[in-house]
């Protein structure tokens, strides 16, 4: 009886110390993904400041900032909270739309993390500052949740380390996922703007809402040392015309 009392107690303390440990490995996790859901911001705010002088540094402070979570789907939430605890890689840019309160990074690619994370530019779109059409896509239970109350002449900014270039809404579509002309240049150096539709639907949307922008001005981000101001008409070529 003694030995089978001493081997209960012995039991009972692995568990404890078992249990401390997941207790540990979970608050870890916590604090990490806290920690890391400002990170992608903030990493491009430090980039930024490095291009502005130490006067002007502060302002790229404001890209910094938390997210949120009012408009998204709690599924949503959980996917992003465990993308950060994967993910590493810097934003190209910050997308702004103070009219529906969208502010996210723009990560390379569409694939689940990278959309989880934030908006990703499409392959085979335009980069971020250069002359043709940007194709960027999120998630309609995320971060573009608040495109369901854009409208035509809203303001864009595409927010990038040493530029920043202003978009007008120009048209609203609703389109078919097959429907990949959406893409295609425009007359003018332009932004396009790609979640799934409707926005509430339950299940795989069975459309895509559809945002088109054009260029309006182009140029240094405020105290940034280099790069003389591009005007919308200095990106008025199509692909076409390069």
């Not at 490995?25 to 916590?30: H, K, M």
């Not at 960027?136 to 995320?142: C, K, Q, V």
Request: glycine share 8%; net charge neutral; with cysteine.
């Amino acid at each position: 009886m003694r030995t089978l009392k001493t081997a209960s107690i012995f039991f009972e303390r692995c568990l404890l110390v078992a249990g401390g440990i997941l207790l540990a490995i979970w608050f870890t996790a916590f604090l990490d993904g806290k920690i890391s859901s400002r990170f992608a911001l903030l990493s491009f705010a430090n980039a930024q400041a490095a291009t502005v002088p130490k006067n002007d540094a502060s302002k790229s402070n404001d890209l910094v900032g938390n997210v949120d979570f009012s408009l998204w789907a709690e599924k949503r939430i959980q996917a992003y909270k465990d993308s950060l605890l994967i993910a590493s890689s810097l934003p190209v840019a910050v997308l702004e739309i103070d009219k529906v309160k969208i502010r996210v990074p723009v990560f390379e690619g569409t694939d689940d993390l990278t959309l989880n994370r934030g908006a990703g530019r499409i392959a085979g779109t335009a980069m971020p500052g250069a002359e043709g059409n940007i194709g960027i896509a999120g998630h309609r239970d995320g971060f573009f949740r608040g495109l369901k109350d854009i409208a035509v002449g809203d303001q864009i900014d595409l927010v990038m380390t040493t530029e920043r270039a202003t978009y007008r809404v120009d048209q609203i579509e609703i389109v078919d996922p097959t429907d990949v002309s959406v893409l295609l240049p425009r007359a003018t150096s332009s932004l396009t703007l790609i979640t799934c539709y409707p926005f509430y639907f339950v299940g795989d949307a069975p459309q895509r809402f559809i945002v088109h922008a054009s260029i309006v001005s182009h140029g240094p981000t405020a105290g940034s040392r280099n790069q003389p101001t591009t005007t919308s008409a200095g990106l008025g070529k199509t692909n076409k015309e390069n």
